[in-house]
């Protein structure tokens, strides 16, 4: 399956999620509760995605 590129923050979640489980088995929940370090976690985030698409769109 090939995942497009997208700004929606659930969506970027729920895809490194799935990504982790896939990869490891272990459920992981990603929760953004500090919004004094927003900014460093969403770029942890958008990386994580990134490679994600990378990943899922090479695969096959």
Request: proline letters at 2%.
């Amino acid at each position: 399956m090939q995942y497009g590129n997208t700004n929606d923050l659930q969506v970027m979640i729920a895809r490194v999620e799935s990504y982790i489980y896939e990869q490891t088995g272990k459920q992981v929940k990603i929760v953004f509760n500090n919004m004094a370090r927003f900014p460093q976690h969403f770029e942890m985030l958008v990386r994580a995605h990134e490679f994600v698409l990378n990943y899922k769109n090479t695969k096959n």
